[in-house]
């Protein structure tokens, strides 16, 4: 053969042989489809949801889910009404703060329901402090509700004192259950 026949067959083979090589045969298209199948699986496994017709959720699926997932936590949160506060103090403890949150989120999603905020103190101090003091901590979680969006229409503050404890016994325990702010819708 001679240099120049060989160039030629050279150049027709080269990219018969790439093309070739490149391409995939009928097995090797099976073999990624139970390869890609088996690689769902798995990942239905790690998510635990493997098995039924809602095996793989949809992103609108998975928005819903967790909305509701939120719903169901914050009415959780909203079963807690109760406030408790440090002796002589109208300072909202940061515990509290998830807790008035879900109520405030409540609140401005439900623009036609009210809450009454109550204030109360120990029976230590004039009857007197006590109304002011327990007023102090009705307004401070209503102000807390209203920096958190809730509109100041649908809150409305009382304060009992001393009136309404919730344990009569004169130990530290029932001084501390006494003096809260509790809301009431």
């Given at each position: 053969m001679q240099p120049s026949k060989t160039l030629k067959a050279l150049a027709l083979a080269l990219p018969i042989l790439t093309l070739t090589a490149c391409g995939t045969t009928g097995e090797d298209a099976d073999s990624s489809a139970a390869t890609n199948k088996a690689g769902s699986a798995a990942a239905q496994a790690t998510d635990g949801t493997a098995g039924g017709a809602n095996a793989v959720l949809s992103p609108a699926q998975r928005a819903a889910k967790l909305k509701e997932e939120k719903r169901k936590q914050q009415a959780k949160l909203r079963q807690s009404t109760t406030i408790n506060f440090e002796f002589d103090q109208a300072r909202i403890g940061g515990s509290y703060f998830e807790m008035l949150e879900a109520h405030a989120i409540y609140l401005s999603e439900n623009s036609g329901v009210k809450v009454r905020v109550e204030g109360h103190a120990d029976e230590r101090g004039t009857p007197e402090y006590n109304i002011a003091l327990g007023e102090r901590r009705a307004k401070a979680?209503?102000?807390?509700?209203?920096?958190?969006?809730?509109?100041?229409?649908?809150?409305?503050?009382v304060s009992y004192g001393e009136e309404k404890p919730l344990d009569r016994s004169r130990t530290e325990s029932a001084f501390a259950a006494n003096r809260r702010a509790v809301l009431v819708y």
């Open positions: 979680v209503a102000r807390h509700l209203e920096n958190l969006g809730v509109s100041s229409s649908q809150i409305s503050v």
